[in-house]
């Protein structure tokens, strides 16, 4: 199989193909799994050969080095798609949150219209916990399914196991796959389901987010307890004081965007990169960018939100070497 698998490896490919941000150089090699076994092999023959790997989805969230990587990237295709009861589906890592969104209007499910318009795969969103319109996945997981790449075992995770928060998971720290998950669902009204989707779609187009290559945020929204503003913060009013100006804050979070923004940087372009000026949080290819443009703007952006509030921006995006 280990064989057969060697087979199936491609070498050089270029890594701007199989991201939303359409940057990155090559890959030294590259596989696209569609099955369990199919990745254990995989993981088998890396381990053999000692060559590096690095997990991808729809490559929605993720920018690769100008040099490419230098090791094995593996796209996870597993899009196995079941329903176990009336309120529980069993979700691959590999399906796309359009091919979800599909199942939920055919089955009409309600809840997850939100998702529409984020661009990645159930593992990648379960990855990152990821979240949009006040929701996030945590508030459907029942169970996560994973493979544990050191010991090679299949491991199973409860809701609290996840450790799910703002943007993170217990799995962005462990050396484990996400091979599926089992999700909540119930039963609504599947026009209104329809339209909630397309709403949601709308309301992205309109705010330009798909007019170029970009990566979505690349930083986390600031959780204001956790900054030095915290003693300004009026939870009645959902409001916090920020040099003297009053910010609207949802769900304890200010946009980094607005951060960014006050800066100047809105607009601001480095090669091929640019802060988008239709959202300070989003850096966009707007001329065949380089990954160091982008990491020039991300450098530079982080240095002046410091120098002027004194807060230090976190990566949404992740950034692949």
């Avoid at 064989?3 to 696209?32: C, H, M, P, V």
């Avoid at 060559?51 to 993720?62: C, R, Y």
């Avoid at 796209?75 to 590999?94: H, M, P, S």
């Amino acid at each position: 199989m280990t064989r057969l698998i060697s087979r199936q490896i491609k070498e050089n490919i270029s890594l701007k193909d199989y991201t939303t941000f359409k940057i990155g150089g090559k890959a030294k090699y590259f596989i696209e799994v569609q099955d369990q076994n199919q990745l254990i092999e995989t993981l088998r023959w890396a381990q053999n050969n000692h060559v590096p790997f690095f997990i991808l989805g729809n490559g929605s969230n993720v920018l690769f080095s100008d040099q490419g990587f230098k090791g094995l990237v593996i796209k996870i295709n597993i899009a196995t798609f079941k329903k176990i009861n009336a309120t529980t589906v069993l979700v691959g890592a590999g399906l796309t949150v359009g091919e979800f969104l599909e199942q939920c209007v055919k089955n009409s499910w309600s809840g997850y219209e939100w998702l529409a318009g984020i661009p990645g795969t159930m593992g990648g969103v379960i990855f990152g916990n990821a979240g949009a319109f006040g929701q996030e996945i945590k508030n459907f997981v029942k169970k996560v399914i994973t493979f544990d790449f050191k010991n090679f075992k299949i491991k199973n995770y409860s809701l609290p196991q996840c450790h799910f928060d703002y943007r993170e998971s217990i799995f962005k720290k462990k050396k484990e796959i996400i091979l599926a998950a089992e999700l909540k669902v119930a039963k609504g009204d599947q026009e209104i389901i329809q339209k909630l989707i397309q709403d949601n779609w709308q309301y992205k187009i309109s705010h330009h987010l798909f007019e170029y290559p970009s990566a979505g945020s690349v930083f986390k929204n600031i959780l204001i307890e956790r900054t030095i503003y915290k003693k300004y913060y009026d939870k009645k009013n959902n409001q916090v004081k920020i040099l003297d100006e009053a910010i609207e804050v949802k769900g304890g979070k200010v946009s980094a965007g607005y951060f960014i923004e006050k800066t100047g940087l809105k607009g601001y372009q480095i090669g091929g990169a640019k802060v988008a000026d239709f959202h300070a949080n989003v850096i966009i290819n707007v001329k065949n960018a380089q990954a160091n443009d982008v990491l020039e703007l991300i450098s530079l952006i982080k240095r002046k939100v410091y120098q002027k509030f004194k807060i230090k921006l976190e990566e949404e995006v992740i950034i692949v070497k």
